[in-house]
T-cell receptor, first 115, second 113 residues
Framework: GAVVSQHPSWVICKSGTSVKIECRSLDFQATTMFWYRQFPKQSLMLMATSNEGSKATYEQGVEKDKFLINHASLTLSTLTVTSAHPEDSSFYIC???????????FGAGTRLSVL | AQSVTQPDIHITVSEGASLELRCNYSYGATPYLFWYVQSPGQGLQLLLKYFSGDTLVQGIKGFEAEFKRSQSSFNLRKPSVHWSDAAEYFCAVGALADDKIIFGKGTRLHILP
C-alpha cells in the first residue's frame, strides 16, 4: 500500500530556533500533500495544502511566515517551524493524496517540544 | 457549514463485545466519508471509506460502517472488539472537487479485559 514517511518522529528544540519536518511518499508520487496540527486530545486541524511546484495554500489563521512549506518534488514536502516558541509545541502530521483519488495517506507524525 | 460530529468523546466496552461509534456530518455536496484510527503517538490509518454504491462498507480489522443519507450518519461498527482496538477513532468527510478533509473531534475507545 501507499506509505508516507515523516521525519523526525520527535524533536526537542530551544525557543527561537527553527525546525524542519520532512514528509515523503515512499512508493507513489504525490502532487498534493497536507500538513495538520493536533493538540493533545484534540482533532486534526488542517494547516496548509502543499502542491508540488507551487506555493502552499494556508488555512485561515495559520501564519505562513512562521510555518514555511516547501513541496519541491513529487515525493517530498517539508514544513519548517521558524523561530519556534513553546506555544508551537504540538503534534504535526502530514498526509499525501495517494494514487487512489481522494484518499489521504498519513505519516506517523512529529512531536515538537519547544523549551 | 461543513462539519463532522462525533457525539461520544469516550466509549468503554468489554473485550468481545460489539461496538458502534457514531458519526454525523453536515456537508453541502455529495460527501466522501472516512473512518481513521490513531494509536497513541502515531499517525492515522484508514479503516474504511465510502464514495458511492453499497451503503454498507467493509474495512480492515473487521470494521464496517453504514452510510445513511437520510440521517446524515456514517456509524462505525465491529461485532467483537479486541484489546488491540483501543485507540482514537476519527470520522472525516470530504468531496471529490475539494481536497480538504474535515475531521471530527474523535472518540477514544477503551477496552475492558
Amino acid at each position: 500500500g501507499a506509505v508516507v514517511s515523516q521525519h523526525p518522529s520527535w524533536v526537542i528544540c530551544k525557543s527561537g530556533t527553527s525546525v524542519k519536518i520532512e514528509c515523503r511518499s515512499l512508493d507513489f508520487q504525490a502532487t498534493t500533500m497536507f500538513w495538520y496540527r493536533q493538540f493533545p486530545k484534540q482533532s486534526l486541524m488542517l494547516m496548509a495544502t502543499s502542491n508540488e511546484g507551487s506555493k502552499a495554500t494556508y488555512e485561515q489563521g495559520v501564519e505562513k511566515d512562521k510555518f514555511l512549506i516547501n513541496h519541491a518534488s513529487l515525493t517530498l514536502s517539508t514544513l519548517t517551524v521558524t523561530s519556534a516558541h513553546p506555544e508551537d509545541s504540538s503534534f504535526y502530521i502530514c498526509s499525501a493524496r495517494g494514487p487512489i483519488l481522494d484518499i489521504q495517506y498519513f505519516g506517523a507524525g512529529t512531536r515538537l517540544s519547544v523549551l | 457549514a461543513q462539519s463532522v460530529t462525533q457525539p461520544d468523546i469516550h466509549i468503554t466496552v468489554s473485550e468481545g463485545a460489539s461496538l458502534e461509534l457514531r458519526c454525523n456530518y453536515s456537508y453541502g455536496a455529495t460527501p466522501y466519508l472516512f473512518w481513521y484510527v490513531q494509536s497513541p503517538g502515531q499517525g492515522l490509518q484508514l479503516l474504511l471509506k465510502y464514495f458511492s454504491g453499497d451503503t454498507l462498507v467493509q474495512g480492515i480489522k473487521g470494521f464496517e460502517a453504514e452510510f445513511k443519507r437520510s440521517q446524515s450518519s456514517f456509524n462505525l461498527r465491529k461485532p467483537s472488539v479486541h484489546w488491540s482496538d483501543a485507540a482514537e477513532y476519527f470520522c472525516a468527510v470530504g468531496a471529490l472537487a475539494d481536497d480538504k478533509i474535515i475531521f471530527g473531534k474523535g472518540t477514544r475507545l477503551h477496552i475492558l479485559p
